[in-house]
């Protein structure tokens, strides 16, 4: 049996995630990543800040502060904003920055892992929005003929 390199067990691991498994991290990381909220914060950080009816999150990424995350996603708790926000940074797709003012600016963006997970929820958001009306219509069939 040959001996491995450190690089060599790592890409192993790597292929042999399998995100069917309930123990594989990657299982984990897409209940993470799957969250409305984390799509929503990284559409949000994602895009030019333009979001009016129809718009695609197509802009360049920015920073946001907090607050204008808060005011941007609608229904979002200040709780579960705060958990979404530490756990993206956790998992390295945002970082925050503080900036010693008075109060203490704080700022989020996407990192190029975080930009590179956004390009993907991109097109889910814009496919959800687009294709609403089918899903409505769908339900209203089903559940007339469940009754």
Not at 51 to 67: K, N
Not at 87 to 112: H, Q
Request: charge should be positive; charged fraction near 20%.
């Amino acid at each position: 049996m040959a001996t491995m390199t450190a690089a060599q067990k790592r890409a192993q691991t790597k292929a042999e995630y399998d995100a069917f498994l309930a123990v594989c991290p990657s299982h984990k990381l897409l209940a993470r990543i799957s969250d409305k909220w984390v799509t929503l914060v990284l559409a949000a950080l994602g895009s030019d800040g333009s979001h009016q009816f129809g718009a695609d999150c197509a802009g360049e990424p920015r920073s946001m502060r907090y607050s204008e995350l808060s005011r941007l996603l609608a229904g979002v708790s200040q709780k579960m904003l705060t958990q979404t926000l530490r756990s993206l940074e956790r998992d390295g797709l945002i970082t925050r920055t503080a900036t010693p003012t008075v109060p203490v600016t704080v700022s989020y963006e996407l990192t190029d892992l975080g930009l590179s997970l956004h390009q993907m929820m991109r097109g889910l958001k814009t496919w959800a929005e687009m294709h609403m009306d089918d899903v409505l219509a769908n339900r209203a069939t089903y559940d007339t003929r469940a009754t």
